[in-house]
């Protein structure tokens, strides 16, 4: 694999990066499939005083950070280490040198715990969606609240906050730019919300931003934070795929299906008689459950990474709208369970309006449908659809004429298995861009 170098960085990744070095302390606003991840790292190394942490999702620091620090010349021979696996092996790692340190959030307690009465050995911090940080309550803030303050160098991912985004402002922002002599934006998450917001309850426990309070917060937080738009608009979109991670035990469902041609999930007798109905139902497990009926009316799950990569998704784009496409009834449903404040096409007018997450089938919004008037410039595919046409026509809800960003479109999908070969035959039609073919290549170490 040739490695991309410094100058393969764009304009806007490359001022992100000044301003973060600059900065020292500070939340990168920018939406996913900006490339915000090697301009953290590179800043990072840029302002290198020692070991850094990087906080993350288990999914994403396990397959995206690696990566992508893999991909890059200036990082490729910095050491990453996986704080993962039980409590000693941890430990263990921890003590081990390397310049990258990765953790998810969930384990931030055990590391303020295996580190407390030390000073943490950490110069750098960066916090992938440190959205994960907002509720000043949990006792991942409550952990890290301290010993960030000790920490120099600090940056937050993130999308920028909007609607009901903005009340977690203040527990990034504070995990971002907070010093021993001053806490951003109010002196406490209480302070905060008798500023800009009220009680709709008597419990006081669901509460909304006054008049103007968004406008306000967000330009009061912009001054601890670099906001970095994506390109101008293209013509076609920019296709960003998504690793999945898999479980072993869906591995072995998937390679028992495929050899034998049935697999029992949950209690039920998955049977693929012939060559085309295996191919669905290898789909169908890829994108996480499967029909048992041929009505399609019931199905079992199997497993749950592409709801987990989408959530990821989700979270990280801060309320700003987003478009996702599936191809299976149950993926909308599956999410919808998950989401219930989730869109359908029914409710486009409302979403074009308001923003939020609008999960559409592509067939229902592939021809005549302007959904970029709405400032969406993000979509996401479930699963791909083996239609030319659908692919095309869905990519081209967002980029179109009008559209003031450049279009990204993300795919998820599990590598090495059937849906390699829908995304090589969409590529074998000129329109799927290599990054998509590179990436269902790549072996994957699950």
């Not at 302002?47 to 906080?55: A, I, K």
């Not at 999914?59 to 996986?82: D, G, K, P, S, Y």
Request: glycine share 6%; charged share 25%; hydrophobic share 45%.
């Amino acid at each position: 694999m040739q490695l991309l170098k410094l100058d393969d960085l764009s304009t806007e990744q490359n001022q992100a990066i000044d301003a973060l070095v600059e900065r020292r302390r500070a939340n990168l606003w920018a939406k996913p499939g900006s490339g915000k991840t090697v301009v953290a790292a590179t800043a990072a190394v840029r302002l290198f005083e020692g070991p850094t942490l990087v906080l993350a999702t288990k999914r994403i620091a396990e397959l995206v950070w690696r990566q992508e620090l893999a991909r890059w010349e200036h990082l490729a021979h910095l050491e990453a280490c996986l704080l993962f696996g039980s409590p000693t092996k941890r430990a263990q790692l921890l003590g081990t040198s390397a310049d990258f340190y990765l953790i998810n959030y969930e384990l931030l307690p055990w590391l303020a715990d295996e580190l407390k009465g030390a000073p943490w050995p950490f110069r750098s911090i960066l916090m992938d969606e440190v959205s994960k940080l907002k509720a000043a309550g949990t006792q991942r803030f409550k952990k890290l609240r301290r010993p960030i303050l000790d920490i120099p160098v600090r940056i937050g991912m993130t999308g920028t906050p909007r609607g009901n985004a903005i009340m977690g402002v203040w527990g990034q922002t504070y995990m971002a730019a907070a010093t021993p002599d001053h806490t951003p934006l109010a002196p406490s998450m209480g302070h905060f919300k008798a500023r800009w917001f009220c009680p709709v309850d008597k419990e006081r426990r669901i509460w909304r931003p006054n008049s103007g309070a968004e406008a306000e917060v967000r330009e009061a937080a912009a001054r601890y934070a670099h906001s970095m738009p994506r390109s101008s608009a293209a013509a076609e979109a920019k296709v960003v795929p998504v690793a999945v991670a898999t479980p072993a035990a869906v591995r072995r469902q998937y390679a028992a299906l495929e050899a034998d041609l049935c697999v029992t999930i949950d209690g039920h007798e998955i049977l693929a008689p012939e060559a085309g109905t295996l191919r669905g139902k290898l789909l169908q497990l890829c994108s996480g459950a499967i029909y048992t009926n041929p009505e399609r009316t019931h199905y079992v799950e199997a497993h749950e990474g592409k709801i987990e990569a989408l959530s990821d998704i989700i979270d990280d784009m801060q309320g700003e709208p987003l478009l996702v496409f599936y191809r299976f009834r149950h993926e909308l449903e599956r999410m919808q369970a998950r989401y219930p404040d989730i869109l359908t096409i029914e409710d486009a007018d409302s979403w074009l309006k308001h923003g939020g997450v609008l999960m559409v089938h592509p067939a229902s919004a592939a021809h005549g449908l302007n959904l970029h008037v709405g400032g969406c410039s993000t979509s996401v595919w479930f699963t791909l659809p083996d239609s030319q046409e659908l692919w095309e026509q869905g990519n081209r809800r967002l980029a179109r004429t009008g559209q003031r960003e450049e279009v990204v479109a993300m795919v998820l999908a599990l590598q090495n298995t059937v849906e390699d070969n829908v995304a090589r035959n969409l590529a074998a039609h000129g329109r799927l861009q290599d990054e998509l073919i590179d990436a269902a290549d790549k072996e994957l170490s699950i």
